[in-house]
């Protein structure tokens, strides 16, 4: 520790960027995060045996050996990563140190050895160093990237979740003078950034589930010029490691095809792609001997060596043991979640039942771009907990969450939330939707249909004379009047109603921890002004804001802002309680009166303020905003309104009957006024109406 702190002072104090620490510790066996994190050597067998599990199916074990029937979903193989170009990525001294020995090249690498330095490696080994190689990838051509930004991107959006955190950086919380805490658990490694080309590099950070389709590297939803500032960043001090045995060796060149053939043969085709067919299944693992194999002493060239440590030979032969034992039993839905979880590695961010989230180490690099949210404490800077969220989240909200876009709700919050691809995510949504069924449900009527469900009553409850809900949430494109709280905007497309209830009426006990208070304790109401605010919120993208969010220009139509036609429907001064007002971008309005069927006034400049017709019951005539507002003449002959039709130019086309015959009747802004065109029985006639 020692050692470490004054590396780490001499890095802080050092004006230079530093070279970005592969591991602080570098791990010595097949590293599974989850399995380091949650098992010990004092654990009991009923307990290890679980991670046994896990490293069969995260070790691949299940992509070579056959596997029960009963075991097949909860064992599946995950696909290794995609070797398809890998020769445009990884240079051929690369490639030759990581078949040769993985563990040598990558500590903490989960590819296994396959190469004892028995007569013959050598050969194999140049030769699959030569058929790699040939595959060429024609990379998208990225940006350049800046390495500062790329250092701070790096510790911001949630890489140090699971990668090694550099040790000149100091996380925004810990004081000048104060020694920077280095993380407990292992971190994954990264040691094969330095050996990619840059540009291949940002173009896999940009886009890793195209050749890691397990999603153990997620998407992090980096834009191109992100990506390539965090390659330019990871390159930042290295230099590729020479492989000076290989040259030695003075190996004559083998030949692409020999290198196929040794692919095949190693069954390396098991784990990665490279538009081979995968071969059949070997030895299946009801017959497995754990004394032997990957778990002998020593492993034989072609036979897997992954440096198990002694916990993961226990645990794997106490799982091929129940395996073999006895049937597999059968996972409830929160144990599937779990199971899923631990795969994915999503404790490294999130807690569930009081498992996982990221140790202090790590957390203490998870910030906010916004400094009102710290008030918050840790809920503005730690992803949020998942406990009963499939009760909370639609499964559309889930979707976007998942794999798609536009799912966060916290933009004050630096750490992003991964994509880990739909493939390894998708079944997690019905596993969640059972596990967290509520032992009470929760009843609301979200029909829209009782006298109560008026959107009026619910923005009422929200302002600021009301529950003053604003006072922590914003809504559309207003922020709340204190801190950043999520926004309402997307609440019925996200939140599941009977979810939405139970939060709003217990919400200290629905969601731990949370800075909500009991608003509707007490309230004799509180069930039907609950369902107030929800239809508020389905119908929020046609209502006012609440008190407390909007201001007197939210009720000005602006045509000109908006660049389209707006026809507003009104009482209008000049026009009637029957008028139809139609403001156009170039500034110039008219108001057509529905009971007389005729163009009433046109005006110029500003529109109409709606906020008459929204807030005051008694509704008075709306005013036109403008200047040289124009009284247009009297109606003639007897005429009966027949609506109005769109079109596509959004101008609006009246058409009424006028003695008996079907009207037409159009204006279009021109220079200086209007022209009119009416079309009488389809007979067109033009006129200018001007000031």
């Known amino acids: 520790m020692k050692f470490w702190t004054s590396f780490a002072a001499l890095a802080f104090c050092c004006g230079q960027l530093q070279a970005h620490p592969l591991q602080a510790e570098p791990i010595n066996h097949a590293y599974v995060f989850t399995f380091d994190q949650f ?5 009991p067998d009923e307990n290890v045996v679980n991670g046994g599990f896990l490293l069969l199916a995260e070790l691949n074990c299940t992509a070579c050996h056959e596997v029960p029937k009963a075991w097949q979903e909860r064992l599946k193989s995950k696909p290794g990563p995609n070797l398809s170009g890998v020769g445009s990525r990884l240079d051929a001294d690369t490639l030759w140190l990581m078949i040769r020995s993985p563990q040598h090249r990558k500590k903490g690498t989960q590819m296994p050895g396959l190469f004892a330095g028995e007569a013959g490696d050598d050969e194999k080994v140049e030769g699959l ?3 790699l190689s040939a595959s060429k990838w024609d990379a998208p051509q990225m940006p350049a990237g800046n390495e500062d930004r790329g250092k701070d991107l790096y510790h911001k959006v949630g890489c140090v979740a699971c990668h090694e955190p550099a040790l000149d950086v100091r996380p925004p919380k810990v004081a000048a003078n104060a020694e920077v805490d280095k993380p407990g658990n292992g971190s994954v490694p990264i040691a094969l950034a330095d050996a990619y080309d840059v540009n291949a590099l940002a173009a896999f950070l940009h886009d890793p589930l195209s050749m890691r389709p397990a999603g153990r590297m997620p998407d992090m ?16 001090g290295r230099v590729a490691e020479k492989a000076t045995a290989r040259a030695a060796l003075k190996m004559p060149a083998q030949g692409i095809e020999k290198g196929r053939e040794v692919f095949e043969k190693m069954n390396c085709v098991a784990c990665h792609q490279t538009g081979q067919t995968s071969p059949p299944r070997q030895t299946s693992l009801t017959k497995l001997d754990a004394t032997k194999g990957c778990l002998a002493e020593k492993q034989p060239s072609g036979v897997p060596r992954f440096d198990l440590n002694e916990l993961q030979k226990r645990a794997l032969k106490l799982a091929l043991a129940a ?4 049937a597999a039993p059968k996972l409830t839905a929160q144990e599937n979640v779990d199971w899923q979880m631990s795969r994915l590695n999503c404790y490294a961010c999130h807690d569930r039942d009081g498992k996982g989230g990221p140790e202090d180490p790590r957390a203490q690099y998870f910030g906010v771009n916004d400094s009102t949210a710290e008030s918050l404490g840790q809920l503005a800077h730690l992803p949020p907990s998942l406990d009963k969220i499939g009760r909370k989240l639609t499964r559309g909200w889930f979707e976007k969450i998942l794999w798609g876009k536009d799912g966060s709700v916290r933009p004050y919050m630096d750490t992003r939330m991964p994509n880990f691809g739909r493939e390894q995510t998708e079944m997690m949504i019905g596993w969640l939707n059972e596990a967290d069924v ?10 829209g249909l009782l006298k109560h469900h008026r959107a009026e009553a619910g923005r009422q409850l929200l302002g600021a004379k009301g529950l003053a809900c604003v006072a922590c949430h914003g809504l559309k494109d207003r922020k709340s009047l204190g801190p950043p709280v999520i926004r309402l905007t997307h609440t019925v497309e996200r939140i599941q109603p009977e979810y939405f209830k139970e939060l709003l009426l217990n919400p200290q006990v629905t969601q731990l921890g949370t800075v909500m208070p009991p608003m509707f304790v007490g309230r004799k109401k509180a069930d039907l002004e609950i369902e107030s605010i929800w239809t508020y919120l389905r119908e929020v993208e046609g209502q006012p804001l609440p008190e407390g969010l909007m201001s007197s220009e939210d009720f000005e139509l602006k045509p000109g802002k908006e660049k389209r036609v707006i026809i507003f429907r009104s009482f209008i001064e000049g026009a009637g309680s029957h008028a139809i007002g139609v403001g156009f971008p170039s500034g110039v309005n008219a108001a057509f009166d529905g009971m007389t069927s005729r163009w009433a006034v046109i005006w110029k400049g500003r529109f109409l303020d709606a906020m008459s017709n929204w807030q005051d019951r ?3 005539p709306v005013k036109p905003l403008g200047t040289n507002v124009k009284e247009m003449p009297a109606a003639t002959g007897e005429r009966v309104f027949g609506g109005y039709k769109v079109g596509k130019d959004g101008v609006p086309t009246f058409l009424y009957r006028q003695d008996g015959q079907q009207v037409e009747d159009t204006l279009r802004p021109v220079k200086n006024g209007f022209e009119r065109s009416v079309k009488i029985n389809g007979k067109e006639t033009k006129e200018v109406v001007s000031w």
């Open 438 to 447: 509520a032992e009470q449900p929760v009843t609301i009527d979200v029909t």
């Open 129 to 131: 160093v030569e058929f």
């Open 323 to 326: 395996i073999q034992n006895g």
């Open 618 to 620: 008694a509704m008075p």
């Open 39 to 43: 098992y010990i050597p004092q654990d």
């Open 221 to 236: 939803r980096l834009s191109k010029e992100e990506a390539a500032d965090i390659a330019a960043y990871l390159h930042v």
